[in-house]
């Protein structure tokens, strides 16, 4: 019934009757052949968990075609061995432990044996040396890209008892059983986290100067890193902790962690913190939530002025912590500039207003530079008060004029959503008009943490929390360098090779800007 197909000229004599079955049998065939394309398709087109594997058998129902039969004449084609696994591409690329012959060399130098360990043990005769022994190093110049280092290490021998040997030892690395040495963990270090570049473009830059080494092993050296850098990080918070007010914001952040309802692993949102202190100091800290609680567990015995926008957890820091906050006039000004489609005229005023009082910041802060500058004596927090006096006055004028915004319009429009927010917070964003120290915003907070969004939007995601942790150490370390003038690169490397090498334990001077200082110092 399905194959039969009426021809035309007998449809005109067809009762309505048999046209209907006629049409029924059409829809069938119809619905059939779209049956047919759609496996086809999700065969040739689907996802590979849905698409169609054929196996000897029966093929797909409506088809009309049967098992092809294979000829008993020609020879069975037999599958192929299974080749050797792939073995994962390791820093060293043979057995010997010796870097790719492309890389240019370098003399690391000659390392001798310690007097001490000379005379032979058995005789006490004096080893003399017979022979060098060549480690290699692997160093990152900054013109050059990746040199090998050889070091000669002397090998000695007594000239009595011959099988009496002893050589130098190996120089020292700061991962232990790694042969590169911190010149290369900074400059990976700093191409993430100071230049936004993810681990999948270092490694491909690494392989094209001559370097092949894979993401898992970059990982590895990130967190043999954070472990030698820890040490730094609580000392790090206690520095902003006695600044007498810090920027503080946060922003997302995707970690593969366990889900609580399903016990299983998931990429879940999570959160990063990022505190700027007054000296200088920059710290990001992961959190696993966002509660009204979880900026109190972070930062909860600071007992300065906290620069924040207008977020809830910031409250409750408030309430809890009894301590005084700075809100953002950036973020309330910005509110006004969104209303500015629908209510100009009002919208328009603020920011005006806002705009004077931004121009006095900008004339303070020059007269600030100047004095700088000139070795003059520093403008007197009297004479910036003063000035910012005007500008309470103007905030006090745009306060009564929010006031009288609100009763005249919708209560869901943005320019009245603007005025409640001004309204709210004025007491918090007018506090920078009475103290000579406070910023009016919290730009400086916006402009660290657009390195870290810049970054995420390269690499995403972490693959762990361990990760996630190290890399916002990291992120705190080369942050406050760009936020001190600090090259990242030549302060990663001296630090790591400071603690992992030389084994300074004396972490506070460690620190970049105490760093700084005695970089600078004159010797």
């Not at 048999?18 to 086809?40: F, K, P």
């Not at 050296?221 to 007010?245: G, R």
Request: aromatic residues 8%; charged residues 25%.
């Amino acid at each position: 019934m399905l194959n039969s197909k009426p021809k035309e000229e007998s449809l005109e004599s067809c009762s309505p009757s048999e046209l209907r079955g006629l049409l029924s049998t059409a829809n069938e065939r119809i619905a059939l052949l779209q049956w047919q394309v759609d496996q086809l398709t999700r065969a040739m087109y689907g996802r590979k968990s849905e698409r169609f594997v054929p196996t000897p058998g029966p093929t797909l129902p409506g088809f009309g075609e049967t098992e092809i039969k294979r000829d008993a004449s020609q020879p069975e084609v037999s599958k192929p061995a299974p080749g050797p696994k792939r073995k994962r591409n390791r820093p060293l690329l043979t057995s010997k432990g010796r870097f790719p012959e492309n890389l240019p060399r370098e003399d690391g130098g000659k390392i001798e044996v310690a007097e001490s360990e000379r005379p032979c043990p058995d005789c006490g005769t004096t080893r003399v040396p017979f022979s060098e022994e060549i480690s290699e190093r692997l160093v990152h110049r900054r013109k050059s890209s990746l040199v090998v280092l050889q070091y000669r290490r002397e090998v000695c021998r007594c000239p009595q008892c011959k099988d009496s040997v002893i050589k130098s030892p190996a120089p020292k690395s700061p991962i232990p059983g790694v042969q590169v040495e911190s010149s290369v963990l900074a400059h990976i270090l700093s191409e993430k986290f100071e230049f936004g570049i993810p681990f999948y473009r270092v490694e491909e830059r690494l392989k094209q100067s001559g370097f092949p080494v894979t993401r898992t092993t970059l990982c590895e050296y990130q967190q043999a890193t954070y472990k030698l850098l820890k040490p730094l990080e609580s000392l790090l918070i206690e520095s902003i902790k006695s600044d007498h007010y810090t920027h503080a914001d946060e922003s997302k952040w995707n970690v593969h962690r366990n889900d609580r309802k399903s016990g299983k692993k998931r990429y879940l949102q999570s959160w990063c913190w990022i505190l700027v202190g007054a000296s200088g100091n920059v710290l990001v800290k992961y959190s696993e939530a966002r509660t009204k609680d979880s900026f109190w567990r972070i930062f909860g015995s600071y007992v300065g002025t906290v620069i924040c926008d207008g977020e809830d957890h910031y409250d409750y820091f408030k309430t809890v912590n009894k301590t005084n906050l700075g809100r953002c006039n950036a973020h309330a000004r910005r509110k006004f500039e969104e209303s500015l489609q629908v209510d100009k005229t009002n919208a328009a005023i603020f920011l005006r207003g806002y705009g004077a009082i931004y121009r006095r910041e900008a004339y303070i802060k020059r007269l600030q530079k100047f004095a700088r500058d000139n070795n003059l004596e520093a403008i007197s927090p009297e004479k910036i008060i003063s000035l910012r006096r005007r500008s309470l006055v103007i905030m006090e004028h745009l306060k009564s004029l929010a006031l009288q915004i609100i009763p005249r319009n919708i209560p869901t429009s943005p320019i009245v959503r603007a005025s409640k927010y001004f309204i709210r917070y004025f007491d918090e964003l007018s506090r920078f008009c009475t103290s000579p120290f406070l910023p009016i915003d919290n730009n400086t907070a916006e402009r660290m943490i657009r390195k870290f969004v810049i970054g995420r939007k390269a690499w995403m995601f972490s693959s762990s929390e361990e990760g996630a942790h190290a890399s916002a150490l990291l992120y705190s370390l080369v942050l406050t360098c760009i936020n001190n003038g600090i090259s990242a690169y030549d302060y990663l490397n001296d630090v790591i090779n400071q603690i992992g090498v030389q084994g300074n334990t004396n972490y506070a001077e460690l620190l970049p800007l105490a760093w700084k200082a005695k970089s600078v110092a004159p010797q």
